[in-house]
């Protein structure tokens, strides 16, 4: 009939879903919250229930980045950037301390922590900074400037003082640089510069705190000082675990805070080395998901997201795991949907939203 238009494929084609990335999320969750209500069961802590209710408040995050169009985002980059700063400023001001760092905002109902908002909110505007000089990508300029654009909230999130937050913010740095294309030879630089940098840091008194310092130490030598304590009891719990370990709920080896950064041993133990091989072998299978998200991406903006996810998950699950190994000192950087902890689960959630609404605008793939 004259006059009416005929919806084109494009718009009432719906949007495709991937289910592996999520079914994969929800696993890492699942198993995160049978390790809780494991360590519940050995010191009678309510870390279950608590995060229960925190993944139920981490649907609004998730909502909020799956059904919001990236771009939204891209628009309002520099509102989001200082609104970045402001958080890290402000928790050097009326942050709450604990066990000598001043990373946490109260709020009453929950302890919000604003290094982890930063890393997304680096991520998002990090990538609008990239796709705003599309054109000058092989300018060292470009390049220096990309580095002060995430040096500023690095460093205030270093001053509370939190080395493993501002590590991840430049990794989150190279990680969108490689996806967007800069030239190799800068990037290859820059790694040389900051390995430099944070050898002379380690060797310069006082420009970082003793306890990292004896961390670092009691990675080659004997730990006389127990600044190695955490990762002393890991080994144990692990190897108590064997091939097939104690089974589900019945472990008994407690170590400080193994709900937080250390609840790889919960499982890791009562599930032993094939339990602990098929959960690394999941988050493998979840980076692979992320990294299609990226390779599918139809526009530089989603692939520079999809990396920068990539980049900040993949290395807080490898850090991590590494220090309850003690293959890397311990900096403070959890388990991705494993570890208890309201902001952090709020992050990865929010996380999964965005790349979920990233791989609905890309094309089709096999698996």
């Not at 599309?134 to 909230?153: D, G, I, Q």
């Not at 390995?195 to 004997?222: F, N, Q």
């Amino acid at each position: 009939m004259a006059g009416i238009a005929r919806p084109s494929s494009r718009a009432v084609k719906p949007r495709q879903f991937d289910w592996p990335l999520f079914l994969t999320s929800l696993a890492l969750l699942a198993l995160g919250l049978l390790s809780l209500y494991s360590v519940g069961l050995r010191d009678h802590g309510p870390y279950f229930k608590k995060q229960i209710a925190m993944a139920v408040v981490g649907l609004a995050p998730f909502a909020l980045f799956y059904f919001v169009r990236p771009d939204f985002w891209k628009r309002i980059a520099t509102p989001l950037y200082l609104f970045n700063l402001l958080i890290l400023g402000a928790v050097l001001i009326v942050g709450v301390t604990n066990n000598g760092a001043q990373r946490w905002i109260d709020l009453k109902f929950v302890q919000f922590q604003p290094s982890e908002l930063a890393k997304l909110l680096t991520i998002l505007t990090l990538a609008s900074f990239f796709v705003a000089r599309a054109e000058k990508l092989n300018r060292l300029s470009t390049f220096a400037l990309s580095f002060l654009h995430v040096a500023v909230p690095a460093l205030l999130i270093a001053r509370q003082p939190h080395y493993g937050g501002a590590l991840v913010l430049i990794v989150v740095w190279l990680s969108i640089s490689i996806a967007t294309g800069v030239p190799v030879k800068f990037i290859v630089a820059a790694v040389a510069l900051l390995l430099v940098g944070v050898v002379v840091a380690v060797k310069t008194p006082g420009a970082i705190h003793d306890y990292h310092l004896k961390r670092i130490r009691a990675m080659r030598v004997e730990d006389k000082a127990g600044a190695s304590y955490q990762q002393d009891r890991a080994q144990v719990a692990l190897g108590a675990g064997g091939l097939f370990g104690t089974g589900l709920f019945h472990g008994k080896q407690s170590l400080p805070e193994q709900q937080n950064d250390f609840i790889f041993t919960v499982l890791g133990e009562e599930l032993g080395l094939v339990g602990s091989t098929v959960i690394i072998a999941a988050f493998g299978f979840f980076f692979y998901r992320l990294w299609l998200v990226m390779f599918h991406a139809k526009e530089p903006y989603y692939r520079m997201l999809a990396a920068g996810v990539l980049g900040l998950l993949a290395f807080h699950a490898a850090v991590n795991i590494a220090m309850v190994l003690q293959l890397f000192p311990v900096v403070g950087l959890w388990l991705p949907f494993m570890s208890a902890g309201g902001t952090a689960l709020w992050l990865c959630m929010a996380c999964m939203g965005l790349m979920l609404n990233g791989r609905g605008r890309a094309k089709q793939s096999l698996f």
